[in-house]
């Protein structure tokens, strides 16, 4: 039978159905997420953008990851091999339990891509650090200074995404 990280090799960056099809065989796997998170650090590049949107799925779907998989997931923040990898754990945070955030360090680890090249990474990384901030209460006014810095980005999605934080999180 071939494994996750092989099933992921298929994958070419683009093809969602690919994910789709991917999640389906392997979802009933025991260490199906614990594979996936491990996977969310792999330095080929399709690999670690495959496995975080099936990570991301996952949670969209009712799933959900324990206090160390959250840990090791925003690791992956600092070792990601691809922007498309960075962009889906960002985008995860929404769907993910604060509880089971326990480490600070977080907060940091998002933080750092609000001034990112990409603008759909600059603005799930505000988004992500106000969700942050919820769980952080010291670092709200980091968040909110994110969030007024955004709202004047260059960038209609950043600007949009900085509106929609404003009126729902903040």
């Known amino acids: 039978m071939v494994d996750l990280r ?3 090799l298929g994958f070419d960056g683009k093809a ?7 999640a389906v065989k392997f979802r009933e ?4 997420l614990q594979t996936l ?8 590049a399709d690999i670690a953008t495959g496995a975080t949107w099936l990570i991301k799925h996952q949670l969209e779907t009712g799933g ?11 690791k992956a923040l600092d070792e990601a091999a691809s922007w498309g990898a960075i962009l889906h754990i960002l985008q995860s ?4 339990d604060l509880d089971q955030i326990t480490d600070p360090h977080a907060f940091d680890q998002v933080h750092q891509y609000i001034s990112h090249s990409r603008p ?16 952080f209460k010291d670092r709200h006014a980091e968040a ?21 934080i404003s009126k729902d999180l903040l």
């Open 64 to 74: 959900a990851l324990n206090a160390d998989l959250v840990s090791q997931y925003f």
């Open 37 to 44: 998170v491990t996977l969310a650090c792999d330095q080929e």
């Open 144 to 164: 909110r200074q994110a969030v007024d810095a955004a709202l004047q980005d260059e960038a209609a999605s950043v600007r949009a995404r900085a509106r929609k």
């Open 6 to 8: 092989t099933a992921l």
């Open 120 to 135: 759909f990474i600059r603005a799930w990384a505000v988004d992500a650090a106000c969700r942050l901030a919820a769980r």
């Open 29 to 32: 796997q025991a260490d199906y």
């Open 93 to 96: 945070v929404q769907h993910i």
């Open 16 to 22: 969602i159905s690919h994910l789709s099809e991917t």
